[in-house]
Protein backbone atom coordinates (compact mmCIF):
# COMPACT_ATOMS: atom_id res chain seq x y z
CA UNK A 1 0.00 0.00 0.00
CA UNK A 2 1.66 3.23 -1.00
CA UNK A 3 0.30 5.72 1.51
CA UNK A 4 0.03 3.72 4.44
CA UNK A 5 0.20 5.97 7.90
CA UNK A 6 -0.72 8.95 5.64
CA UNK A 7 -3.45 10.84 5.91
CA UNK A 8 -4.81 12.26 2.79
CA UNK A 9 -7.75 15.53 2.88
CA UNK A 10 -9.63 15.50 -0.24
CA UNK A 11 -12.44 18.25 -1.36
CA UNK A 12 -15.41 18.29 -3.61
CA UNK A 13 -14.76 14.23 -3.23
CA UNK A 14 -18.85 13.92 -3.52
CA UNK A 15 -18.69 13.09 -7.30
CA UNK A 16 -16.58 12.66 -10.07
CA UNK A 17 -12.51 12.88 -9.84
CA UNK A 18 -12.77 13.83 -5.83
CA UNK A 19 -14.70 10.91 -5.43
CA UNK A 20 -12.97 8.27 -7.62
CA UNK A 21 -9.68 10.14 -5.82
CA UNK A 22 -10.72 9.66 -2.19
CA UNK A 23 -11.87 5.76 -2.90
CA UNK A 24 -7.95 5.28 -4.73
CA UNK A 25 -6.02 7.07 -2.11
CA UNK A 26 -8.33 5.12 1.11
CA UNK A 27 -7.48 1.87 -1.27
CA UNK A 28 -3.85 2.51 -1.11
CA UNK A 29 -3.71 2.73 2.73
CA UNK A 30 -4.28 6.60 3.37
CA UNK A 31 -6.51 7.55 6.14
CA UNK A 32 -8.56 9.79 4.30
CA UNK A 33 -11.10 12.96 5.31
CA UNK A 34 -13.10 13.54 2.44
CA UNK A 35 -15.62 16.99 2.23
CA UNK A 36 -17.94 18.57 -0.14
CA UNK A 37 -20.54 20.99 -0.07
CA UNK A 38 -23.11 18.43 -0.23
CA UNK A 39 -22.33 16.02 2.93
CA UNK A 40 -25.57 13.57 0.97
CA UNK A 41 -22.97 13.20 -1.90
CA UNK A 42 -20.64 11.44 0.36
CA UNK A 43 -23.05 8.79 1.73
CA UNK A 44 -21.57 5.29 0.85
CA UNK A 45 -17.94 6.60 0.66
CA UNK A 46 -15.86 4.38 1.93
CA UNK A 47 -13.19 6.39 3.89
CA UNK A 48 -12.00 7.33 7.40
CA UNK A 49 -14.48 10.36 7.63
CA UNK A 50 -16.57 12.30 5.31
CA UNK A 51 -18.54 15.62 5.99
CA UNK A 52 -20.26 18.51 4.66
CA UNK A 53 -18.21 21.58 3.97
CA UNK A 54 -18.06 24.89 2.36
CA UNK A 55 -14.71 25.33 1.20
CA UNK A 56 -15.88 29.24 0.60
CA UNK A 57 -15.94 29.49 4.21
CA UNK A 58 -12.31 30.05 4.59
CA UNK A 59 -12.92 29.56 8.37
CA UNK A 60 -14.89 26.61 8.26
CA UNK A 61 -11.74 25.66 5.84
CA UNK A 62 -8.41 25.97 7.07
CA UNK A 63 -10.13 24.50 10.50
CA UNK A 64 -10.81 21.20 8.91
CA UNK A 65 -7.70 20.92 7.54
CA UNK A 66 -5.68 21.76 10.57
CA UNK A 67 -8.01 19.70 12.41
CA UNK A 68 -7.18 16.71 10.17
CA UNK A 69 -3.68 17.72 9.79
CA UNK A 70 -2.87 16.07 6.52
CA UNK A 71 0.42 14.54 4.64
CA UNK A 72 -1.64 14.32 1.29
CA UNK A 73 -3.76 17.88 0.07
CA UNK A 74 -6.22 16.91 -2.88
CA UNK A 75 -8.11 20.15 -4.26
CA UNK A 76 -10.43 19.14 -6.40
CA UNK A 77 -13.33 21.71 -5.62
CA UNK A 78 -14.53 24.09 -8.96
CA UNK A 79 -16.92 25.02 -11.06
CA UNK A 80 -17.14 25.33 -14.80
CA UNK A 81 -19.22 29.00 -16.04
CA UNK A 82 -19.91 29.12 -20.24
CA UNK A 83 -19.57 31.98 -22.48
CA UNK A 84 -16.86 34.64 -23.72
CA UNK A 85 -15.59 37.46 -21.65
CA UNK A 86 -18.77 39.92 -22.75
CA UNK A 87 -20.74 37.00 -21.38
CA UNK A 88 -19.02 37.29 -18.19
CA UNK A 89 -19.99 39.47 -14.90
CA UNK A 90 -18.01 40.97 -11.69
CA UNK A 91 -20.06 38.10 -9.88
CA UNK A 92 -19.40 35.32 -12.38
CA UNK A 93 -15.70 36.15 -11.89
CA UNK A 94 -15.44 35.95 -8.19
CA UNK A 95 -17.16 32.98 -7.94
CA UNK A 96 -14.97 31.52 -9.98
CA UNK A 97 -12.00 32.34 -8.67
CA UNK A 98 -12.89 32.20 -5.01
CA UNK A 99 -13.86 28.03 -6.02
CA UNK A 100 -11.11 27.65 -8.28
CA UNK A 101 -8.62 29.69 -6.54
CA UNK A 102 -9.07 31.31 -3.45
CA UNK A 103 -10.34 28.17 -1.83
CA UNK A 104 -7.19 25.75 -2.81
CA UNK A 105 -4.94 28.91 -1.40
CA UNK A 106 -6.57 28.73 1.95
CA UNK A 107 -6.99 24.86 1.96
CA UNK A 108 -2.65 25.12 1.20
CA UNK A 109 -2.25 27.95 4.13
CA UNK A 110 -3.73 25.40 6.58
CA UNK A 111 -1.98 22.25 5.33
CA UNK A 112 1.59 23.84 5.17
CA UNK A 113 2.37 24.16 8.95
CA UNK A 114 2.06 20.71 10.21
CA UNK A 115 3.57 19.24 6.78
CA UNK A 116 6.66 21.70 7.88
CA UNK A 117 6.14 20.50 10.86
CA UNK A 118 6.39 16.95 9.62
CA UNK A 119 9.07 17.38 7.17
CA UNK A 120 6.80 17.31 3.94
CA UNK A 121 4.38 16.89 2.17
CA UNK A 122 1.94 16.43 -1.32
CA UNK A 123 -0.16 18.70 -2.83
CA UNK A 124 -2.12 17.91 -6.20
CA UNK A 125 -4.49 20.43 -7.35
CA UNK A 126 -6.96 20.00 -10.23
CA UNK A 127 -6.62 22.58 -12.94
CA UNK A 128 -7.98 21.82 -16.94
CA UNK A 129 -5.79 21.88 -20.21
CA UNK A 130 -8.23 25.06 -20.31
CA UNK A 131 -5.89 27.18 -18.71
CA UNK A 132 -2.62 28.38 -19.13
CA UNK A 133 -1.85 25.47 -21.87
CA UNK A 134 -4.51 26.40 -24.09
CA UNK A 135 -7.85 28.37 -24.58
CA UNK A 136 -11.36 26.92 -25.63
CA UNK A 137 -14.48 28.53 -26.69
CA UNK A 138 -17.16 29.81 -24.12
CA UNK A 139 -14.84 29.26 -21.40
CA UNK A 140 -13.72 32.20 -20.20
CA UNK A 141 -13.40 32.36 -16.66
CA UNK A 142 -12.91 28.83 -16.15
CA UNK A 143 -9.74 29.15 -18.08
CA UNK A 144 -8.80 32.04 -16.39
CA UNK A 145 -8.79 30.40 -13.34
CA UNK A 146 -7.58 27.33 -13.66
CA UNK A 147 -4.55 29.49 -15.53
CA UNK A 148 -3.91 31.21 -12.28
CA UNK A 149 -4.49 27.80 -10.55
CA UNK A 150 -1.61 26.47 -12.13
CA UNK A 151 0.36 29.72 -11.47
CA UNK A 152 -0.39 29.05 -7.77
CA UNK A 153 0.54 25.81 -8.02
CA UNK A 154 3.84 26.40 -8.97
CA UNK A 155 4.62 29.16 -5.95
CA UNK A 156 4.32 27.21 -3.68
CA UNK A 157 6.44 24.69 -5.27
CA UNK A 158 9.26 26.97 -5.42
CA UNK A 159 8.84 28.43 -2.08
CA UNK A 160 9.01 24.72 -0.49
CA UNK A 161 10.77 22.71 -2.47
CA UNK A 162 14.08 22.72 0.03
CA UNK A 163 11.42 21.73 2.84
CA UNK A 164 10.33 18.89 1.94
CA UNK A 165 6.85 20.06 0.41
CA UNK A 166 5.89 18.87 -3.46
CA UNK A 167 3.16 20.69 -4.92
CA UNK A 168 1.59 19.49 -8.41
CA UNK A 169 -1.06 20.00 -10.53
CA UNK A 170 -3.33 18.08 -13.16
CA UNK A 171 -5.07 19.53 -15.93
CA UNK A 172 -7.52 16.86 -17.43
CA UNK A 173 -9.30 16.73 -20.64
CA UNK A 174 -13.00 16.20 -20.62
CA UNK A 175 -13.75 13.75 -18.16
CA UNK A 176 -17.12 12.06 -18.08
CA UNK A 177 -18.98 13.17 -13.95
CA UNK A 178 -22.20 13.85 -13.24
CA UNK A 179 -21.18 17.70 -13.06
CA UNK A 180 -20.63 17.58 -17.30
CA UNK A 181 -23.44 15.09 -17.53
CA UNK A 182 -25.41 17.64 -16.11
CA UNK A 183 -23.85 20.57 -18.40
CA UNK A 184 -24.68 18.33 -21.37
CA UNK A 185 -27.95 18.14 -20.74
CA UNK A 186 -28.48 21.38 -19.60
CA UNK A 187 -27.72 22.46 -23.32
CA UNK A 188 -30.94 21.63 -24.55
CA UNK A 189 -29.65 19.20 -27.21
CA UNK A 190 -27.70 16.16 -25.02
CA UNK A 191 -26.57 14.40 -27.96
CA UNK A 192 -25.09 16.98 -30.14
CA UNK A 193 -23.42 18.13 -27.16
CA UNK A 194 -22.12 14.72 -26.23
CA UNK A 195 -20.38 14.62 -29.54
CA UNK A 196 -19.05 17.80 -30.09
CA UNK A 197 -16.88 17.20 -26.37
CA UNK A 198 -16.22 14.02 -27.60
CA UNK A 199 -14.92 15.39 -31.27
CA UNK A 200 -12.23 17.37 -29.71
CA UNK A 201 -10.17 14.67 -27.78
CA UNK A 202 -7.93 13.46 -30.62
CA UNK A 203 -8.54 9.74 -28.80
CA UNK A 204 -11.83 9.85 -29.91
CA UNK A 205 -13.49 9.44 -26.34
CA UNK A 206 -13.77 11.12 -23.15
CA UNK A 207 -12.00 10.53 -19.96
CA UNK A 208 -12.95 8.51 -16.51
CA UNK A 209 -12.74 9.76 -13.16
CA UNK A 210 -10.03 7.12 -11.99
CA UNK A 211 -7.76 7.30 -14.80
CA UNK A 212 -7.11 11.08 -12.93
CA UNK A 213 -7.41 9.58 -9.85
CA UNK A 214 -4.59 7.67 -10.83
CA UNK A 215 -2.67 10.08 -11.39
CA UNK A 216 -3.71 12.03 -8.26
CA UNK A 217 -2.48 8.93 -6.39
CA UNK A 218 1.04 8.55 -8.05
CA UNK A 219 1.66 12.57 -7.15
CA UNK A 220 0.33 11.59 -4.01
CA UNK A 221 2.52 9.14 -3.18
CA UNK A 222 6.80 8.79 -2.72
CA UNK A 223 6.72 7.26 -6.52
CA UNK A 224 6.68 11.25 -7.54
CA UNK A 225 9.18 12.47 -5.12
CA UNK A 226 11.11 13.74 -7.77
CA UNK A 227 8.16 15.61 -8.90
CA UNK A 228 7.25 19.16 -7.84
CA UNK A 229 5.64 22.59 -9.69
CA UNK A 230 4.32 20.62 -12.68
CA UNK A 231 0.82 20.42 -14.38
CA UNK A 232 0.72 17.14 -16.25
CA UNK A 233 -1.94 17.27 -18.77
CA UNK A 234 -4.02 13.96 -18.73
CA UNK A 235 -6.50 14.73 -22.16
CA UNK A 236 -6.65 12.60 -24.48
CA UNK A 237 -3.78 14.13 -26.56
CA UNK A 238 -6.00 17.68 -26.59
CA UNK A 239 -2.32 19.44 -25.74
CA UNK A 240 0.04 17.32 -27.99
Known amino acids: MRLQGKTAFVTAAGAGIGR ?26 EVDQ ?41 ADFDLAMNLNVRAHFHAIKAALPGMLGRGGGAIVNIASVCSSLRGLPNRFIYGT ?52 FVARQPMGRLGEAQEIADLVLYLSSDESRYMTGQCVAIDGGMTM
Open 20 to 45: ASAETLAREGARVIATDLRGDLLEGL
Open 50 to 90: HFALDVMDSAALAAAVEAAQPDVLVNCSGIVHNGTIMDTDD
Open 145 to 196: SKAALIGLTKQVAADYITQGIRCNAIAPGTVDSPSLQGRLRDTGDYEAAMKA
